[in-house]
């Protein structure tokens, strides 16, 4: 299916390291969660965002393992996974998946497996911060802890003025020819690419993190993240009592005709008859799927998500907004059990491509059953008037 008009970032996913210091009896981003790996985690978050390519990077022996997770976690955008093997250090890590990027990669988040509930706004973040021109942005917390300087005998020698302070967190976000000109200048091996980059004289500016992005570390980290996952978790996918059932929501959707070019509407493309104008392509039928299938999940309404400070949607079409939307129902638990839509227009005239329209829009929604019906208004109102086209659509959706 048509992939969404993303700009040219990719997300590198470190995976590699051995996790001694959780001792979870597998390296790190394969412990389990809650059946599914703090790898599966990570890149649930990973795909509910704008990547253009995936790549993954694991120890040796652990592709087979990865690319299960990836493609499951991705969907229908497993083709943008790569899994390549890493080095001793995250950093010769870093390094190896960098050399696997596409080409026309420009910019790219390095994300740690380790911090596996991470949510997409932050994600979100980082990208738009590279995308308004920023060379390296790192995603920071507050220290909310006091801190002092301590001598190797445990005596406190000084304390360090808190206000000052932030704490890291991934995706760290990187023009690509900044990232590889600090690995191929590097004389030292940095805990975070923020810090290799920033060795090579570049700025490095700042984004608010989450305090769900916390790296898993150790035990009690584990235990947090299991707890997350199976509590309330404020930041994360409602998993309340209602999340055990299966949810129904509404959405509409009215575009006036006046676009440019050919009309789009119901993910199909019409020749001949008069375009609809809005931010996108005006698929007024796919915007009040979206928004049902968002409301249904409790995840906001399609200007939370699409925004027009989203460039990558300018212009999208069906499949790009429907795609994306699955990616942030399944990174919040949820999928798509079927949606209805109704049209309601004086043209074009849908007869003849209906179940080509179930067709294209079921395919953009993972295979989940779409009905598309369409009516006049016997000439009332603005449809009536053959100004425009209405859409209402309702879509169920499921815990996964
Ligand atoms: N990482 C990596 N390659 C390495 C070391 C680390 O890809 N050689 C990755 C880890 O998989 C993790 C992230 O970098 O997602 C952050 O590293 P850390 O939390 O230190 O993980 P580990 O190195 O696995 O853990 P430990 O230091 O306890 O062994
Ligand atoms: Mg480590």
Same mark, same amino acid.
């Given at each position: 299916?048509?992939?969404?008009?993303?700009?040219?970032?990719a997300v590198i996913v470190?995976?590699?390291?051995?996790?001694?210091?959780?001792?979870?009896?597998?390296?790190?981003?394969?412990?389990?969660?809650?059946?599914?790996?703090?790898?599966?985690?990570?890149l649930?978050?990973v795909?509910?965002?704008?990547a253009a390519q995936v790549v993954v990077v694991v120890?040796?022996?652990?592709q087979?393992?990865a690319l299960?997770?990836a493609r499951?976690?991705a969907?229908?955008r497993a083709d943008l996974v790569t899994v390549v093997t890493?080095?001793?250090?995250?950093?010769?890590?870093?390094?190896a998946g960098l050399a696997a990027l596409w080409?026309?990669v420009?910019?790219?988040?390095?994300?740690?497996?380790?911090?596996?509930?991470?949510?997409?706004?932050?994600?979100?973040?980082?990208?738009?911060?590279?995308?308004?021109?920023?060379?390296?942005?790192?995603?920071?917390?507050?220290?909310?802890?006091?801190?002092?300087?301590?001598?190797?005998?445990?005596?406190?020698?000084?304390?360090?003025?808190?206000?000052?302070?932030?704490?890291?967190?991934?995706?760290?976000?990187?023009?690509?020819?900044?990232?590889?000109?600090?690995?191929?200048?590097?004389?030292?091996?940095?805990?975070?690419?923020?810090?290799?980059?920033?060795?090579?004289?570049?700025?490095?500016?700042?984004?608010?993190?989450?305090?769900?992005?916390?790296?898993?570390?150790?035990?009690? !980290?584990?235990?947090? +993240?299991? %707890?997350? =996952?199976? @509590?309330?978790?404020?930041?994360?996918?409602?998993? /309340? &009592? #209602?999340? *055990?059932?299966?949810?129904?929501?509404?959405?509409?959707?009215?575009?006036?005709?006046?676009?440019?070019?050919?009309?789009?509407?119901?993910?199909?493309?019409?020749?001949?008859?008069?375009?609809?104008?809005?931010?996108?392509?005006?698929?007024?039928?796919?915007?009040?799927?979206? !928004?049902?299938?968002? +409301?249904? %999940?409790? =995840?906001? @309404?399609?200007?939370?998500?699409?925004?027009?400070? /989203? &460039? #990558?949607? *300018?212009?999208?079409?069906?499949?790009?907004?429907?795609?994306?939307?699955?990616?942030?129902?399944?990174?919040?638990?949820?999928?798509?059990?079927?949606?209805?839509?109704?049209?309601?227009?004086?043209?074009?005239?849908?007869?003849?491509?209906?179940?080509?329209?179930?067709?294209?829009?079921?395919?953009?929604?993972?295979?989940?059953?779409?009905?598309?019906?369409?009516?006049?208004?016997?000439?009332?109102?603005?449809?009536?008037?053959?100004?425009?086209?209405?859409?209402?659509?309702?879509?169920?959706?499921?815990?996964?």
């Amino acid at each position: 299916m048509t992939l969404p008009p993303v700009p040219r970032l990719a997300v590198i996913v470190v995976a590699a390291g051995s996790g001694t210091r959780l001792r979870g009896g597998a390296p790190k981003a394969f412990v389990g969660l809650d059946g599914r790996t703090i790898l599966h985690h990570a890149l649930r978050g990973v795909f509910a965002g704008p990547a253009a390519q995936v790549v993954v990077v694991v120890p040796e022996g652990f592709q087979g393992e990865a690319l299960t997770d990836a493609r499951d976690a991705a969907g229908d955008r497993a083709d943008l996974v790569t899994v390549v093997t890493g080095g001793a250090t995250r950093q010769t890590s870093v390094a190896a998946g960098l050399a696997a990027l596409w080409a026309d990669v420009e910019t790219v988040l390095v994300h740690d497996a380790a911090r596996a509930l991470t949510p997409p706004a932050v994600f979100e973040r980082v990208a738009a911060a590279l995308e308004a021109g920023a060379d390296a942005v790192i995603p920071a917390v507050p220290v909310v802890d006091t801190i002092k300087r301590v001598d190797d005998t445990g005596r406190v020698v000084a304390a360090v003025d808190r206000s000052e302070l932030a704490a890291a967190q991934t995706p760290q976000g990187f023009r690509r020819s900044v990232l590889l000109e600090a690995l191929r200048r590097a004389d030292a091996d940095h805990t975070d690419d923020a810090a290799l980059v920033a060795a090579a004289g570049h700025p490095v500016i700042t984004v608010e993190g989450d305090a769900s992005a916390f790296k898993i570390t150790t035990g009690p !980290d584990l235990d947090r +993240a299991r %707890a997350l =996952l199976t @509590d309330d978790a404020p930041t994360r996918a409602p998993r /309340r &009592p #209602e999340h *055990a059932g299966p949810r129904v929501g509404i959405g509409t959707d009215v575009h006036g005709f006046g676009g440019d070019g050919t009309l789009w509407l119901a993910g199909l493309e019409w020749p001949g008859e008069p375009a609809l104008s809005g931010h996108s392509d005006g698929d007024a039928v796919a915007h009040a799927i979206v !928004d049902a299938l968002l +409301a249904a %999940a409790g =995840l906001g @309404d399609i200007g939370t998500h699409f925004g027009t400070d /989203r &460039p #990558e949607f *300018a212009g999208a079409h069906a499949a790009a907004f429907l795609s994306h939307t699955v990616g942030l129902l399944s990174a919040a638990g949820w999928r798509v059990g079927n949606v209805s839509v109704q049209v309601q227009a004086n043209r074009p005239r849908f007869a003849a491509r209906r179940l080509e329209a179930e067709r294209v829009l079921s395919a953009a929604l993972d295979g989940a059953p779409v009905s598309v019906s369409a009516t006049t208004t016997d000439g009332l109102g603005f449809t009536g008037r053959t100004e425009g086209v209405a859409a209402f659509a309702t879509a169920l959706v499921l815990p996964v």
